[in-house]
């Protein structure tokens, strides 16, 4: 099995930070790309940025600038540093792994999502 745990949310003012990490465990043979979504009460889940294993990096319009997506390929870790965070950012943010586990099999996991609220 392959587990996804999501860590970093809370709530945070205009303007602040915060620094998510998802990390990987259990039978996993290689992660490709990884990444972060988001998905705001009423609205669906969207895409905040990904990461190849290479390090090649692409984020939403909306978070260009103010968020950076990094990894820890040693560590199966992924980390979302948001700064300049705004109430249009609140959201539940999900990790995303491509996953060969060591059956062999190719496939995506999930993370139970993180809560971040950006609100004074």
């Known amino acids: 099995q392959v587990h996804l745990v999501e860590s970093g949310g809370g709530l945070v003012q205009p303007g602040g930070s915060l620094r998510l990490s998802c990390a990987a465990s259990?039978?996993?043979?290689?992660?490709?790309?990884m990444g972060w979504y988001r998905q705001a009460p009423g609205k669906q889940r969207e895409l905040v940025a990904t990461?190849?294993?290479?390090?090649?990096?692409n984020y939403a319009d909306s978070v260009k600038g103010r968020f950076t997506i990094s990894r820890d390929n040693g560590k199966n870790t992924v980390y979302l540093q948001m700064n300049s965070l705004k109430p249009e950012d609140t959201a539940v943010y999900y990790c995303?792994?491509?996953?060969?586990?060591?059956?062999?099999?190719?496939?995506?996991?999930w993370g139970q999502g993180t809560q971040v609220t950006v609100s004074s």
């Open positions: 995303k792994a491509m996953i060969v586990d060591t059956t062999g099999w190719n496939r995506g996991y």
């Open positions: 259990g039978s996993i043979f290689s992660i490709s790309a």
């Open positions: 990461i190849t294993s290479g390090g090649t990096t």
